[in-house]
Every structure is written in structure tokens, then in C-alpha cells.
Nanobody, 126 residues
Framework: QVQLVESGGGLVQAGGSLRLSCAASDRAFTTYTMGWFRQAPGKEREFVAAVTWSGRNIEYSDSVKGRFTISRDNAKNTVYLQMNSLKPEDTAVYSC???????????????????WGQGTQVTVSS
């Protein structure tokens, strides 16, 4: 079973940057699509970004496109989310997740991801 541990969250002012990391315990990580989701209080979990195992296919939600960058280092079993130009509406708990389906098509649906980290809080003040 894959265990995922996120880090890098915190409090930042609007316009600032944060870099989230998600470390996986399983070497099989290198074959999985990895995604980042977020959930704000009182709202449903929403897709943020995902990257296929090779790093060649990447998707972003419209709300973060152009500001966030997802990347992965398979040698370190780690996926990253670089977040720039942060806005107060980016405040949420950010979680990484694994989609074990093989292929190059990225799912935006949380139900397709079957392993989840505990999440890390990101708070953006205005």
C-alpha cells in the first residue's frame, strides 16, 4: 500500500509563493499518475493538477493554470506543486493522491484516485 506524506504548507500573503512536496513510500510510485487536490472549508474537494508517470502529460484546473506548476522526481518518489501568485481563494487543505490506472489520460475525478495523503494546510492572507 502506498503511503503519501505532504509537506510545505503554511501561511503566506497574497501574491506570495509556496512549494508543496508529496513523498511516496512505494517505488511503484514511478508508474502512477499523481494528482493534487484541495478542499476549502464548506466546499467540495476539487482537482488542482496532475502529472502522468513520465511527466509528459500534465493537467491543471482553470483556477490555477498559469500560476501553479506540478512536477515529479521519480528518483526521489516525490511530486511537487509550485504555487505562485497565491490568492486568498487558494486557501485550502492540499492533498496529493495516486491514480493507479495505467495510461496517459489524466482524470480530474477524485474517485479515480485511491491513495491519499493526510493533507497540508495552505492559508493565503489578503
Amino acid at each position: 500500500q502506498v503511503q503519501l506524506v505532504e509537506s510545505g504548507g503554511g501561511l503566506v500573503q497574497a501574491g506570495g509563493s509556496l512549494r508543496l512536496s508529496c513523498a511516496a513510500s512505494d517505488r511503484a510510485f514511478t508508474t502512477y499518475t499523481m494528482g493534487w487536490f484541495r478542499q476549502a472549508p464548506g466546499k467540495e474537494r476539487e482537482f488542482v493538477a496532475a502529472v502522468t508517470w513520465s511527466g509528459r502529460n500534465i493537467e491543471y484546473s482553470d483556477s490555477v493554470k498559469g500560476r501553479f506548476t506540478i512536477s515529479r522526481d521519480n528518483a526521489k518518489n516525490t511530486v511537487y506543486l509550485q504555487m505562485n501568485s497565491l490568492k486568498p481563494e487558494d486557501t485550502a487543505v492540499y492533498s496529493c493522491a495516486v491514480d493507479p490506472a495505467l495510461g496517459t489520460v489524466i482524470s480530474f475525478r477524485s474517485r479515480d484516485y485511491n491513495y491519499w495523503g493526510q493533507g497540508t494546510q495552505v492559508t493565503v492572507s489578503s
